[in-house]
């Protein structure tokens, strides 16, 4: 097997691991928003009360 070939063959696969730790982040960080908006600032009802 040449060189050239297996750096082709390791080039063809997507970057699952990329991918993955990308939706985790992504994922996480609107859960993040989700809690800050659901749980902190709709329960402290709107500004001038």
């Known amino acids: 097997m040449s060189v050239e ?4 063959s390791a080039h063809e696969e997507a970057p699952r ?3 993955v730790l990308l939706c985790l982040v992504a994922l996480g960080m609107t859960a993040a928003w989700l809690f ?4 902190v600032f709709l329960p402290r009802g709107q500004l001038g009360q």
């Open 36 to 39: 800050l908006y659901f749980g």
């Open 5 to 8: 070939h297996e750096h082709d």
């Open 17 to 19: 691991g990329t991918w």
